[in-house]
């Protein structure tokens, strides 16, 4: 069983960044590719990004692809999300995933999900 626990949202003006932290236990994350998604209210969770097992493979929604910045430390099985640039429509709850199937792959399923963390861009 892996659990991840993402952390680091908030309330923040637009134009403000976050740092959005995904830490995982109960199983390494050396051999996992990690999402993010997120929910916007009354919208379907979308992906955000991805990034493979040895950190080298990144893949960026189209909105985030010029703002946000995915990167990981398999030493202390964390992934970060870096998102500058905010906008109202940021605004969502952020999830991150574990994928052990496919690690290095540019897609996949995901087996276990955080709990998120909320993202308000508001001013």
């Known amino acids: 069983q892996v659990q991840l626990v993402e952390s680091g949202g908030g309330l923040v003006q637009p134009g403000d960044s976050l740092r959005l932290s995904c830490v995982a236990s109960?199983?390494?994350?050396?051999?996992?590719?990690m999402g993010w998604f997120r929910r916007a209210p009354g919208k379907d969770r979308e992906f955000v990004g991805r990034?493979?097992?040895?950190?080298?493979?990144?893949y960026y929604a189209d909105f985030a692809e010029d703002r946000f910045t995915l990167s990981r430390d398999n030493g202390r099985n964390t992934v970060w999300l870096q998102m500058n640039n905010l906008k109202p429509e940021d605004t969502a709850v952020y999830f991150c995933?574990?994928?052990?199937?496919?690690?290095?792959?540019?897609?996949?399923?995901?087996?276990?999900w955080g709990q998120g963390t909320q993202v308000t861009v508001s001013s």
């Open positions: 990034i493979s097992a040895s950190g080298a493979g990144r």
């Open positions: 995933a574990v994928d052990f199937d496919r690690p290095y792959a540019a897609q996949g399923d995901y087996e276990y």
């Open positions: 109960g199983r390494t994350l050396t051999l996992a590719a």
